[in-house]
């Protein structure tokens, strides 16, 4: 499914842009002053981009989202979602293509993820189809745990698991140029992944 993928830094814009489209808001922690690449996300639906310009001070992207692993618990649209999510933006090895570090990270990456993070519960791709302003991204992987806690202490189970994790990454991503992760609560002001704010009626 492809969606738009908006980044910036305003979580109250981010938020009613998100609200008006049906669309799925994530933000950093206001209290946290350190350089974030950007602060909000907004995934939508729509076939008027310009709805999420004011949300998008930090670049736009056409995506196509996997969901790798989704959560036992849901919350009430416009309310907070359990737990917390990490955003990864990732940027692929210089001596590989976007196709092929795309498919490491969806064939190979994903299964070992879901291996080797105990506590992850929850788990989408957000691989990039084209960057349409800020920073060529490839990818934004939303890894989401059931607290803050359980993020820093079970995000890996063992030295093992930390190990073979890293050194997957390191096949696929350029370390140096993917912006460091954003730790966000989500939103949903619709459903998860969107869907347009507005259907139209078929014959």
Not at 173 to 199: F, L, N
């Amino acid at each position: 499914m492809h969606e738009l993928v908006v980044t910036g830094n305003n979580p109250d814009t981010a938020a009613e842009v998100a609200a008006r489209v049906n669309g799925v808001c994530y933000a950093a922690d206001p209290h946290d002053h350190r350089d974030f690449p950007f602060r909000t996300m907004v995934r939508a639906m729509t076939d008027d981009a310009s709805l999420l310009a004011p949300a998008a001070e930090c670049g736009t992207y056409l995506a196509f989202s996997r969901i790798i692993r989704e959560r036992p618990h849901t919350a009430e649209p416009g309310s907070p979602s359990p737990g917390v999510t990490a955003i990864f933006a990732m940027v692929h090895r210089p001596d590989l293509s976007h196709v092929e570090g795309d498919s490491h990270w969806r064939d190979t990456h994903a299964p070992l993820a879901l291996a080797h993070h105990p506590g992850m519960w929850d788990y989408t791709q957000l691989s990039v189809v084209a960057t349409l302003s800020g920073q060529p991204l490839d990818g934004f992987a939303l890894v989401s745990f059931s607290s803050l806690k359980d993020m820093r202490e079970r995000f890996f189970g063992d030295d093992n698991d930390r190990e073979v994790i890293r050194a997957d990454v390191a096949k696929f991503a350029d370390g140096q140029r993917s912006p460091r992760r954003v730790i966000t609560t989500e939103t949903i002001y619709g459903q998860r992944p969107p869907v347009p704010a507005v259907t139209w009626p078929h014959d």
